[in-house]
C-alpha cells in the first residue's frame, strides 16, 4: 500500500524546537522531490519547503527561511524538517507531500500531523 | 514572491450546474521554452488532506473524473467542474510551482 505517514507534531512554546518525519512506503522515494506543506486551523494551505530527490537542493517560505531545515534520507524512505525558533503562527497541521514529477505539483499526501505553538 | 489570487472566495452551485473558479497569478508563470503552465490545482474535502486535480493547468491527475477541466495560459487560469456532484463539495487551491516559494491561492469554497 502506498503510505506517507507524518509525525512528531505536538505542543511546543515560543522559541522552542522540534523535528517533523515523514515515513514512505509503497513508492520509489528516492526518485522525486518531496515537500513540506501547512495549514494554519481553518485557514487555507501555505508551501513551506520543497527537496530535490538526492537533496542536494533545498527550498523555503519565506515566513520560515533561516528556522527551519529540510532533509531527507533516501535509505530509510524518509522526510524531515527541523523547526527551530517556533513562532505561535506556525501553529497549523504539517503535510508531507510527493511531487508528481513535474517540479512542484504534490499528487500524494500524508494524513498531517499538529504542530502547536502555545505558550 | 508571486502571488496567487483566486475567486471567488465562495460559490454556490445547483447539482448537475456548472461551477467555474478563477485563479490570477501576479506574474507570467507560462515557461516560454516548454510553453507549458506552472500550475496545479488541489480540492481538499473537510477533514481530509488534499488531492491533486490537475498540473500543467489543463492536465488532469490519474483518476480525476472528466467533469474537472483546467485552462487558461501565461496569468490567468480557470477550474470548471461542468456538472456539479454532491461529492465535489470543497475547498479547491490553485498553486504555481513556476517559481520558489510555490505559493497556493487562497482557496475557493465550493457549495451545493
Known amino acids: 500500500q502506498v503510505h506517507l505517514v507524518e509525525s512528531g507534531g505536538g505542543l511546543v512554546k515560543p522559541g522552542g524546537s522540534l523535528t517533523l518525519s515523514c515515513a514512505a512506503s509503497?513508492?520509489?522515494?528516492?526518485?522525486?522531490?518531496m515537500g513540506w506543506i501547512r495549514q494554519p486551523p481553518g485557514k487555507g494551505l501555505e508551501w513551506v519547503s520543497y527537496?530535490?530527490?538526492?537533496?542536494?537542493?533545498?527550498f523555503y517560505g519565506d515566513s520560515v527561511g533561516g528556522r527551519f531545515t529540510i532533509s531527507r534520507d533516501n535509505a530509510k524512505k524518509s522526510l524531515y524538517l527541523e523547526m527551530k525558533s517556533l513562532r505561535v503562527e506556525d501553529t497549523a497541521v504539517y503535510y508531507c507531500a510527493r511531487d508528481v514529477g513535474v517540479g512542484g505539483a504534490f499528487h500524494m499526501w500524508g494524513q498531517g500531523t499538529m504542530v502547536t505553538v502555545s505558550s | 514572491d508571486i502571488v496567487m489570487t483566486q475567486s471567488p472566495d465562495s460559490l454556490a452551485v445547483s447539482l448537475g450546474e456548472r461551477a467555474t473558479i478563477n485563479c490570477k497569478s501576479s506574474?507570467?508563470?507560462?515557461?516560454?521554452?516548454?510553453?507549458?503552465?506552472?500550475l496545479a490545482w488541489y480540492q481538499q474535502k473537510p477533514g481530509q488532506s488534499p488531492k491533486l486535480l490537475m498540473y500543467w493547468a489543463s492536465t488532469r491527475e490519474s483518476g480525476v473524473p472528466d467533469r474537472f477541466s483546467g485552462s487558461g495560459s501565461v496569468t490567468d487560469f480557470t477550474l470548471t467542474i461542468s456538472s456539479l456532484q454532491a461529492e465535489d463539495v470543497a475547498v479547491y487551491y490553485c498553486q504555481q510551482y513556476y517559481s520558489t516559494p510555490h505559493t497556493f491561492g487562497q482557496g475557493t469554497k465550493l457549495e451545493i
Open positions: 509503497g513508492i520509489s522515494f528516492s526518485a522525486n522531490y
Open positions: 527537496i530535490s530527490d538526492s537533496g542536494t537542493a533545498t
Open positions: 506574474q507570467s508563470i507560462l515557461y516560454l521554452s516548454n510553453s507549458k503552465n506552472y
